[in-house]
C-alpha cells in the first residue's frame, strides 16, 4: 500500500541495514514483548544482542567501537525497530543514542576512552538526565547545582522522567556550575554507583518495558574529569542533542505508524462484516488511505531533512516541524487502528493496543508540541 523508500536516498547497504534490523526486531523482540510489557522490564542481555547485531554502534566514531554513518541509516534504525511493537523496550535498548552522543562530541579523549567503548558493546548502559520536578523543555533554568571542590564537583538536586534511569551505568546530566541562565549550564557524567545518587522507579501511561526514573543526588562528589566539553558550555551541546533526538522521534513516529496501517489493513482484510470483509466497506477504506497518505507524506520530510543534514545544513525549525508532523501521524493511524480492530484493538496484549498507550510520551519526548511551535515560530517569524 506504500510505496518503496526513494532509490534517490536509499542505497542497497541501506536496505540491507533494513532487512537487519526488521530480522532482530521480528526475532529477538517481537514474540517477548506481551511479556516484558506486564513486567515492566526486558533482559539486560538484549544490548549485547543488539550490539552483536550492529545496531547499537551506529552514528559513533569508529575509534570507539562505533560505525559512522550518514541520516539515512540511523533513520532506519529508528523506522524498522517499531516491527517489535513495543515503544518501551526500543527506548530504554536505545537510551544511548541520546545518553552517549554528548560524550562523543564534547568529552576527552580520556572520556571517551573509558566509556564508549562499554556502552557500544552492549555491556554498559547510558543515560541523559536533564528535565526536572521544577520544569521540562526550559533546559535554561535548570536548578540541580554542581559547586567545583578541588578535584570534584559537588552535585546536588533532582532529575525527572529519566528513561533507563534505574539500570543506567551512566548519566550524561545537565548541570548549573554558574550563573542564572544558559550560560551556567554544564554537563557532567555521572556513574551510576555513586554514593549519594538514589533513584526512584516512576510508573506511565505507555513505555511500560522501558524503566523509567526520578534521581536524586545529595552531595555527590563527581570527578571534575568527568566534565563533558567546557564549564558553562553544556546548553550548546544539549541543543545539538535535541536537534538528533528529535529526528529520531519522528523517524520512530512514522515506523509506529507504518506498524498501525499494516496491522489495521491485515485485520481489515480478514475481519467480514454484514456479508464482506471490512476491507470492502468505504468507510475503512477511506480510513486505511487517510493513514497511508499522512505516512507518505511523514516519509517524504523526513528524507529531506535527512539529504539536507548530510550536506552540512541545520534545519532547526523543520526539524521541530516534522517531529510534530510525524507524532501527529503516529497518533492519527493508532487512533484509527484501534477503532478498526474494534473490541479486539482495546484488548491489553494487542500491538495496536500498546502503541495507542505509547503515543503521547512521543509527543511530550525532545520537547512537547507547544515548545516546537514556539521554537519554529522564533526562527520564521
Known amino acids: 500500500m506504500l510505496q518503496a523508500p526513494n532509490p534517490r536516498y536509499y542505497s542497497a547497504d541501506h536496505e540491507a541495514f533494513r532487512a537487519t534490523v526488521r530480522r532482530f526486531f521480528d526475532t529477538e523482540v517481537a514474540p517477548h514483548v506481551n511479556d516484558w510489557d506486564e513486567a515492566e522490564s526486558f533482559p539486560r542481555e538484549l544490548y549485547r544482542k543488539a550490539a552483536d547485531a550492529g545496531l547499537l554502534q551506529l552514528g559513533f566514531p569508529e575509534a570507539y567501537g562505533g560505525v559512522p554513518c550518514d541520516a539515512f541509516f540511523r533513520m532506519i534504525l529508528c523506522e524498522e525497530r517499531a516491527w517489535g511493537g513495543s515503544g518501551g523496550v526500543a527506548s530504554g535498548l536505545f537510551s544511548h543514542t541520546i545518553g552517549a552522543p554528548p560524550i562523543a562530541a564534547a568529552g576527552s579523549e580520556a572520556l571517551k576512552a573509558r566509556v564508549l567503548p562499554g556502552i557500544l558493546s552492549g555491556d554498559k548502559i547510558a543515560a541523559l538526565a536533564i528535565t526536572e520536578p521544577s520544569g521540562g523543555s526550559d533546559v535554561a533554568q535548570l536548578g540541580t547545582t554542581a559547586r567545583r571542590d578541588g578535584d570534584v564537583y559537588v552535585v546536588n538536586g533532582g532529575k525527572l522522567y529519566i528513561t533507563s534511569g534505574m539500570r543506567a551505568d551512566y548519566f550524561t546530566v545537565a548541570v548549573r556550575t554558574g550563573g542564572p541562565g544558559a550560560g551556567g549550564v554544564s554537563l557532567l557524567l555521572i556513574e551510576g554507583d555513586t554514593p549519594g545518587l538514589t533513584r526512584t522507579p516512576l510508573k506511565k501511561m505507555g513505555w511500560w ?21 567546557e564549564e558553562g558550555r553544556g546548553f550548546a551541546v544539549l541543543m545539538r542533542n535535541f536537534n538528533h533526538e528529535r529526528l529520531a522521534l519522528a523517524a520512530a513516529a512514522c515506523g509506529y505508524a507504518r506498524v498501525c496501517l499494516h496491522d489495521a489493513l491485515e485485520w481489515a482484510r480478514q475481519r467480514r462484516s454484514f456479508g464482506q470483509a471490512l476491507s470492502e466497506h468505504p468507510v475503512i477504506r477511506h480510513k ?94
Open 288 to 381: 486505511l488511505v487517510d493513514m497511508a497518505t499522512r505516512i507518505e507524506a511523514t516519509r517524504s520530510m523526513l528524507d529531506d531533512l535527512a539529504a539536507r543534514l548530510d550536506d552540512g545544513e541545520s534545519p532547526v525549525a523543520q526539524i521541530a516541524m516534522v517531529k510534530n508532523f510525524a507524532t501527529q501521524t503516529f497518533q492519527f493511524c493508532a487512533d484509527h487502528a484501534v477503532q478498526i480492530l474494534g473490541g479486539m484493538g482495546f484488548m491489553r496484549g494487542t500491538r495496536v493496543e500498546r502503541l495507542y498507550r505509547e503515543v503521547k510520551v512521543m509527543m511530550i519526548g525532545g520537547g512537547a508540541e507547544e515548545v516546537m511551535k514556539d521554537l519554529i515560530a522564533k526562527r520564521l517569524i
Open 209 to 229: 518495558a522501558s524503566d523509567t526514573a526520578e534521581l536524586y543526588f545529595a552531595d555527590c562528589r563527581v570527578p571534575a574529569s568527568h566534565l563533558i566539553g
